[in-house]
């Protein structure tokens, strides 16, 4: 027996905080009877769930690594008509839906699933799932400035929490620079404005890392399911203060 709110989470409804919201609202049932309090525990395989009417179906959970180009929507639709990321990932049956968000300039590892509970708990601020990206930004920040971005600093909205910085590169001609940062908030177009805050606009921006995953072996446009064992790993960071990885060998 399982939480209906979990089980709701897995079959890709929502995430779990907004299972509960239906749930709630008396939108879920089971076995024909209205559930609308919380703690109610089901039989995946022998109960009857339907949401708003409609019967949910226990998919395959499936976890995939995309390394998004650029100029592509992260997400499963467009009203624009745009190129979304879901368009590269053909045989995938399941209805997929991206782990957090990844701009349309950005380009990068991008994560997708359909199990929900597993993308809220990577994606929840509390967690502090490290992300890395490379970052090329016009001219040569000072050391001193990006100590600023290391330490903190003030957006629109509000400070940003600690981030790693670093130089990868810089152009003999000083016109550019390459710098790796890593945060654990995912607030929109954060990099970017981080950059922005100290006169050092972005002019491209990578991600490549989130949590221990790399885009190693992954050409751009193309994907790979995540291992068993990687589900549990970063599962395992999501349940660790501050993101940190639990030793699987013990």
Sequence with gaps: MERLQKVLAQAGVASRRKCEDLIRAGRVEVNGEVIDTLGAKVDPATDEISVNGRPIRLEEKVYLLLHKPKGVIASVTDPKGRKVVTDYLRGIKQRVYPVGRLDYDTEGLLLLTNDGDFSQRLTHPRHEIPKTYHAMVKG???????DKLAQGIELEDGMTAPAQVDYVDIDPDG???????????GRNRQVRRMFEAIHFPVVKLRR?????????????????????????ELLDMAGRPGGQKLDTDT
């Design 208 to 232: 490549v890392r989130f949590g221990f995953l790399t885009l190693e072996g992954v050409p751009r446009n193309k994907y790979r399911h995540l291992t068993k064992q990687e589900v549990k």
């Design 175 to 185: 016109k550019h620079s390459l710098i790796e940062i890593t945060i654990h908030e």
């Design 140 to 146: 040569v920040p000072h050391g001193s400035l990006l």
